[in-house]
């Protein structure tokens, strides 16, 4: 079946349709009534918005989801898709030890999705947007075969420096915040038919990065940062080859929690191989100076030395895949 066949749990085929409402309709349906941040001088209904920027500076970043490809609509529901489709980029403006302030949504889909349907994906968006502070302030709607959600994120630095990828020097500290592994193993559950366990199920569905963590990591000192989109040892490679690094990373150091240990028994898998590999939780992995003391919540995995650019795990190169690539052979 094609992802666009699909018909979402609680799908109604009486719906009315987003070619029966249009596009003006849509939009007055998913911004009416809806409360913006102090961050927001002018939200949607204009050519564009009108967001704050105290000192000057804004952070931006774009992502996109494609249904069949980056959710499934037999496997989440529209607002579960909203939600990770914001927390993607929300994600992104958190690593570079901003504070999410506003996202701009492009949405194609069929003109015969039901809309209530993409009510409700917007709902899932809003909620996400508000659970950091932020606005849903503009967007456009565009037909297409399927249904494709791009988010900008805007952020504010708060008078601070953006921490990048290319600041890692040999002797920092690796350390993450956040989940790794329960996106990938709740992708393999649903790829088995199960829809259980749910904490990893819906960690697939809706992952939770740790946006404060962003932050927080920024002002203790933080000397590269990014997020987990496409795996751990992935992502790692883009501070590596930036910094001109080496990253040592020591497999003891990562705790297995007992739900990733219980499920990959179960299916068969190496539950430290999602850890290291699996996309889409959105953790948060960064670099500090020697003797920094870490912020809550930090786990140290690893150190930074000289070398040629490269991820290690125990000294030596991973046998396999880092994680995600799309146009990966």
Known sequence: MPPSAITPPGGSEASVSLSEVG???????????????????????????????????????????????????????????????????????????AVPTALLVGLA???????????????????????????????????????????????????????TRAGARAGDVVAFAGRLGFSAAGLAVLGRGFRSPAALVNA?????????????????GATSMIDVSDGLLADLGHVARASGVVVDLRSAAFAVPDKLSEIAGALGADPLQWILTGGEDHALVATFGAGTALPEGWTAVGRVADGDPQVLLDGAPHDGAAGWDHFGA
Not at 72 to 77: A, F, H, K, N, V
Request: net charge negative; with cysteine.
């Open 109 to 163: 889909c069929p003109p015969s999705t039901p809309v209530d349907q993409l009510e409700a994906l917007a709902d899932g968006l809003w909620a996400e947007a508000s659970s950091v502070g932020a606005g849903v302030v503009g967007g456009d709607v565009a037909s297409a075969s399927t249904i494709v959600v791009s988010v900008t994120a805007l952020g504010s630095l708060q008078g601070r420096e953006p921490v």
């Open 23 to 97: 596009e003006f309709g849509l939009i007055a349906r998913v911004t009416t009534d809806r409360r913006q941040p102090d961050t927001t001088l002018l939200g949607p209904g204009d050519d564009a918005a009108v967001v704050v920027a105290p000192d000057g500076r804004v952070v931006a970043c774009t992502d996109v989801l494609v249904q069949g490809v980056h959710f499934r609509l037999d496997w989440s529901t529209p607002e579960q898709v909203g939600r990770k489709a914001a927390a993607a980029n929300l994600a992104d403006v958190a690593a570079m030890g």
């Open 204 to 220: 697939h569905r809706m992952p939770e990065p740790p946006y404060a963590a962003g932050p927080q990591a920024a002002l203790a």
